[in-house]
């Protein structure tokens, strides 16, 4: 069974960088199908898929909004997938999850419910 912890979550100023982490156990990455992920949700709206990694080659995909501000990245002993996020906007402010699955189509990497195993998130307040 996978299990996700995040942490790294915080309070910072618009225009400051902060780097999540997603602690990973029970994770296959070498199987060709397998994907991390990292999702954010503010209050009354819908879970948005920020950034993947496909694991076993490394391919990543990104949300429009964050592109060339955050990057997703597994470690070297891929027990952690990270999420740097630089040139941070108020419009990010979000309880962020990390999340896993397995799935033959990449194109549905942003939608939570194809994936199965979620952590139990970490705030990001960003103040203007």
């Known amino acids: 069974q996978v299990q996700l912890v995040e942490s790294g979550g915080g309070s910072v100023q618009a225009g400051e960088s902060l780097r999540l982490s997603c602690a990973v156990s029970?994770?296959?990455?070498?199987?060709?199908?397998?994907?991390l992920a990292w999702f954010r949700q503010v209050p009354g709206k819908e879970r948005e898929g920020v950034a993947a990694?496909?694991?076993?080659?490394?391919?990543?995909f990104y949300a429009d909004s964050v592109k060339g501000r955050f990057t997703i990245s597994q470690d070297n002993a891929k027990t952690t997938v990270d999420l740097q996020m630089n040139s941070l906007k108020p419009e990010d402010t979000a309880m962020y999850y990390c999340?896993?699955?397995?799935?033959?189509?990449?194109?549905?990497?942003?939608?939570?419910?194809?994936?199965?195993?979620w952590g139990q998130g970490t705030q990001v307040t960003v103040s203007s």
């Open positions: 990694v496909y694991t076993s080659n490394g391919a990543t």
């Open positions: 999340a896993a699955r397995s799935s033959l189509s990449w194109w549905t990497w942003s939608a939570p419910d194809t994936y199965n195993s």
């Open positions: 029970g994770y296959n990455y070498r199987s060709r199908n397998n994907y």
